[in-house]
């Protein structure tokens, strides 16, 4: 019996919840994921799964051994950065989650010019699910909106995103030069999910200013909002960044100033000796200052009189 690799295949089910979803992430069938599974419990005379159906329930053991592939998880994850890592740069396989592609590839560029032979892997999702996949071991890195109140982790912020209003032409709205929430009574809308940040964001902002809109369709990607909006389904909210133009959309902003998110870094606080885990961390704040600097000389040249400019 090759205990560790049985481990490897416990630790990925309960991390996923579910035969199925845990032999896609490990790339095995759910056949050959079952039968590991089940040796390590024969093995043992264990019972780490309730089985009810197709449906698995951790059982207390199995939620304590749980605790122990985490940690086993974290140092195989070591193991890879130092092995992976030489004199002359990095190499191996980073794996990253992001809400969205718009500021990680920017931070992508510049960290893959600089280690070329760097493997990168990015899987998208909405905040909760790109956060989980931090939590589980299953990316080294994450880029969501809001900091996340967990003292497991740590947080770079990068930047605030200002919300747009996405309406179709001939709306009310979609010649307005900015809108306020209290122009939004009433009016059909087409929200994300419980998992999004920015719709929690939305919601939150729309109590405070106790504004009620319909809430028509609920879906689960920005692309499908923003689909339902040029389909008139209902109106739609999203961020700047990943306002993407088109025929039969428009992008209003928003005048609130609180009607923004801010995008962050995480990373696991217990893996932030790691050097991969670090360099990308060392990149992205020396990104953030060439922006600062070179968003205030834009600034000073501004302000500067027109005789001194250049």
Known sequence: MKLLMLLQSFHAVAAAGSVTAAARRLGVSQPTLSEQLAELERHFGVELFFRRGRRLAITPLGQQLRGVTHRLSELELEAQSLLGANA??????????????????????????????????????????????????????????????????????????????????????????????????????????????????????????????????????????????????????VSAQGFVPGAGLVGVPFEEPGMATHAHLVWLASRHASRLVRAFVEHAQQVQAECAVAAYEVCQDYLSPPASRR
């Open 88 to 237: 002359c740069g990095l190499s191996g396989q980073l794996h990253l989650a992001a809400v969205g592609p718009y500021n990680l590839m920017k931070l992508l560029r510049g960290f893959c010019q600089r280690h070329p032979q760097l493997q990168v892997q990015v899987v998208a999702g909405d905040s909760a699910t790109v956060l989980q996949r931090v939590l589980d071991y299953a990316a080294d890195l994450a880029l969501i909106v809001e900091a996340p109140a967990d003292d497991r982790l740590l947080s770079l912020p990068l930047q605030r995103q200002p919300l747009w209003l996405m309406v179709p032409p001939g709306h009310r709205l979609a010649g307005a030069s900015r809108v306020r929430l209290g122009d939004l009574a009433d009016e059909p809308f087409v929200l994300r999910d419980v998992g999004s940040t920015t719709q929690r964001v939305f919601e939150r902002c729309l109590a405070e200013a106790g504004v009620a809109v319909h809430a028509r369709v609920r879906l689960s990607s920005r692309e499908a909002v923003r689909e339902a909006v040029i389909q008139r389904l209902g109106l739609g909210v």
